[in-house]
């Protein structure tokens, strides 16, 4: 397994998103499907995607064809190597792979799914776009949205401006929150999308057109707005 790290938005509105990256044990992977040896990579009756290594000839054809990039190429034994889902611990009795037996935090589950349909059903597979093509059978519980971000600031007074009011609207939904007293504004949890902002303090108001959160978290910085005494 590995961690990928992302930072989201900019100084001072930063925040780091970890999100681990394993094989997904996909159902109709495309890895078994480009793999021309046959017992060289399969699905186990139990679900488990596997790359026998004594049947692999190094010819890197499944390493090209995970959509998920997450099968990697020893050089050194000339074979595609990648998470086995400890199928040889679980065949000895074991009833849950090592990353799950070591998180101190209990982060990661193992489970028939089968046992984890209300789980599943708040989860999402990492890429859904992929979904139509591929079955993923890793699930992720609160993988980071987007947010839109700033500091409202009145350059008169050189004072931030607290409960500056923020509204922000996308296809139909609103969403409301006020600066604090830093004169900071977050909105958190958003998807992606394109949205208006306005930032009102009483008779004054700032307006912002077409966010766009698909690519990226946004901070709008420091952001001016001339309150009158
Ligand atoms: S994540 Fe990649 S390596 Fe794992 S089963 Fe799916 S396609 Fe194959
Ligand atoms: S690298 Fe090995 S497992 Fe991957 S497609 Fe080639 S023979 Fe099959």
Not at 9 to 23: D, E, F
Not at 57 to 85: H, R, S
Not at 145 to 164: C, L, M, N, R, S
Request: with cysteine.
């Amino acid at each position: 397994m590995k961690l990928t790290e992302r930072v989201r938005g900019t100084v001072p509105k930063v925040k780091v998103a970890y999100r681990p990256h394993i094989c997904m044990h996909c159902d109709e992977a495309p890895c078994i499907a480009v793999c021309r040896i046959e017992g060289a990579l399969y699905k186990r009756d139990d679900g488990l995607v596997i790359i026998n290594p004594e049947k692999c000839t190094g010819c890197k054809n499944c390493v090209d064809a995970c959509p998920f990039k997450t099968i990697y190429f020893n050089e050194d034994l000339n074979i595609a190597q990648k998470c086995t889902g400890c199928a040889h611990l679980l065949d000895q009795g074991w009833k849950e792979p090592r990353c799950v037996d070591a998180c101190p935090t209990l982060a990661i589950k193992f489970m028939d799914e089968s046992n984890a349909k209300d789980l599943i059903s708040k989860a999402e597979v990492w890429s859904p776009e992929l979904k139509s093509d591929l079955t993923p059978r890793v699930y992720y519980l609160n993988l980071p949205k987007k947010f839109i971000a700033g500091t409202v600031y009145d350059p008169i007074e050189k004072e931030v401006v607290i409960e500056a009011k923020c509204t922000l609207q996308c296809n139909g939904t609103t969403y409301t929150t006020k600066t604090d007293n830093y004169g900071d504004f977050w909105f958190e949890g958003l998807n992606d999308g394109k949205y208006d902002m306005e930032i009102t303090k009483g008779p004054v108001s700032r307006l912002f057109k077409d966010l766009d959160t698909t690519e990226a978290d946004i901070n709008l910085g420091d952001i001016p707005l001339t309150c009158p005494p």
